[in-house]
């Protein structure tokens, strides 16, 4: 029979246990240590001095995706690489879903680390604001709807939050483009396509927007390049959706007209037709603001870009896409007096869309640039110019 162990044998065994596992412990504790340190560290960013754009072309902006980026020194490195490509401006959505989640309650968070760090690198913000929180939509007891739906009954509390924004960053944004392609039923949150009621719906947003920042430009559109007939379920021609908002009297209620051109599979001079969609496409538009003699106003191309993806019809090659941005930029540079801007969608996604869409990236999730990043960067700071 074994004799009972005394306490001291027992604290003696317990001590030796501790002493044998000693490096188990020490790894645990330098492994804990490290973490530690490492966790607050990826939250915060050294302060480095307000950066300046080097460019030779003003004219080039990109369409970032920053909405989904949850650390900030992605957010970070991503405005840093648009300073370094050569881009003074970039386009950027702001939903109004995350900033007022509840009515009557901002959550300005998500936008003012966007805007300090994209002013803290020397750019241009030009803010989308789009998608409907819930509190602004039907029950979905009684009717489902789209996160772009938007009751007319709700265009006042729309034009209340562009307000607030509009006050809030009026030393930082000064370009506002209310809504994204109305002219798409999907975009209008499935409900008939109407210019008129985009009319009204602006009409309220200018004069709010105004009232809090008489410096504010609102841009007026961003309609989607459609051939859809007037008839359509799906939308409208983004010409006849114009053509009806003059007619209606938009003129008054925007400072500058916002505009997509997607070049798809044909050159930057292919010459522009009703019944074409190509990259000079905007050239028709401008036609219809010089026919209500509004052409004058200032023009931003804030949707622009051919895709490079091998699997997608629409696509081109790698070496095209290099040719024709290229081009384009210097067609537009050159040949449209009142474009401010041509902004090409988009810079970078937080993550792979695993589809077409990631033919349009200019840097990899994991920010190594492609080719269309270090030839666009090449022309913008003319890196290849005889010093």
């Avoid at 370009?175 to 209008?188: G, K, M, Q, V």
Wanted: aromatic share 14%.
């Amino acid at each position: 029979m074994r004799a009972p162990e005394s306490a001291a044998y027992r604290a003696g065994r317990a001590a030796r246990w501790l002493w044998d596992r000693r490096g188990v412990w020490l790894r645990g504790a330098l492994v804990a240590l490290i973490l530690l340190n490492l966790a607050p560290a990826r939250a915060r960013l050294l302060p480095e001095p307000p950066q300046v754009v080097q460019t030779e072309h003003p004219i080039l902006c990109m369409h970032t995706r920053l909405v989904d980026e949850v650390e900030d020194l992605k957010v970070w490195r991503t405005l840093r690489m648009v300073r370094e490509m050569g881009a003074p401006a970039i386009v950027e959505l702001f939903p109004w879903a995350y900033i007022q989640p509840r009515e009557g309650v901002y959550d300005w968070h998500h936008p003012d680390r966007i805007i300090r760090m994209a002013r803290q690198q020397g750019l241009t913000v030009i803010a989308r604001l789009g998608i409907v929180p819930a509190w602004a939509r039907p029950d979905p007891r009684l009717q489902q709807t789209s996160l772009n739906y938007l009751p007319r009954s709700r265009y006042a509390d729309y034009a209340a939050f562009v307000a607030a924004f509009a006050a809030r960053y009026r030393d930082s944004v000064t370009h506002i483009i209310p809504w994204n392609e109305p002219n798409l039923y999907f975009e209008w949150g499935f409900r008939q396509v109407l210019p008129e009621e985009y009319v009204e719906f602006l009409r309220l947003i200018y004069a709010a927007a105004h009232a809090a920042n008489p410096a504010v430009q609102i841009l007026g559109a961003a309609l989607a390049p459609t051939l859809e007939p007037e008839s359509s379920a799906n939308g409208m021609d983004d010409l006849i959706y114009l053509r009806r908002m003059y007619a209606a009297g938009a003129a008054a209620y925007f400072d500058g007209l916002a505009v997509h051109t997607y070049g798809f599979t044909l050159p930057p001079d292919d010459p522009p037709a009703p019944d074409r969609l190509n990259f000079r496409r905007y050239e028709l538009l401008h036609a219809i603001m010089r026919e209500f003699g509004d052409g004058e106003k200032p023009v931003y191309i804030t949707e622009s870009s051919w895709n490079d993806h091998p699997r997608w019809v629409n696509a081109v090659r790698p070496s095209q896409r290099i040719e024709y941005t290229l081009a384009a930029l210097q067609y537009a540079e050159s040949a449209w007096q009142t474009v401010r801007h041509l902004c090409f969608w988009f810079f970078r996604a937080p993550t792979l869309y695993r589809n077409y869409m990631d033919g349009y990236a200019f840097v990899t999730v994991e920010f190594r640039p492609r080719p269309i990043y270090e030839e666009v960067q090449r022309w913008a700071r003319r890196w290849d110019a005889a010093p």
